[in-house]
Nanobody
Framework: QVQLVVSGGGSVQAGGSLRLSCAAS?????MGWFRQAPGKEREGVAA???????RYADFVEGRFTISKDNAKNTLYLQMNTLKREDTAMYYC????????????????WGQGTQVTVSS
């Protein structure tokens, strides 16, 4: 069974950086980062499949990088040049079938971590 523990959220000024971590127990297969702001639907941010291929949402605009340390079974999201619009609860997820940025494709979810960007 897979369990995900998310950390790294916080409050930063616009233009700042954060690194989110997702520590997994058990084999995670495909993984992704998602976010949800108040009053909005959950949306995909970045995803990485079991072969290491990645995909990003258009709003990332080259500012974020998703990576995975297979030895530690840990997923990361490096977030640079943060904007106020990035403020949301961020979630890590894992699934056996890769549909990239579609939340419904993932089976296991972490608890979420809050990212707040002010300006």
């Amino acid at each position: 069974q897979v369990q995900l523990v998310v950390s790294g959220g916080g409050s930063v000024q616009a233009g700042g950086s954060l690194r989110l971590s997702c520590a997994a127990s058990g084999y995670t297969y495909n993984m992704g980062w998602f976010r949800q702001a108040p009053g909005k639907e959950r949306e995909g941010v970045a995803a990485i499949d079991n072969d290491g291929n990645t995909r990003y949402a258009d709003f990332v605009e080259g500012r974020f990088t998703i990576s995975k340390d297979n030895a530690k079974n840990t997923l990361y999201l490096q977030m640079n040049t943060l904007k106020r619009e990035d403020t949301a609860m961020y979630y890590c997820a894992a699934g056996r079938v890769s549909l990239w940025l579609l939340p419904g494709a993932y089976d296991v979810w972490g608890q979420g971590t809050q990212v707040t960007v002010s300006s």
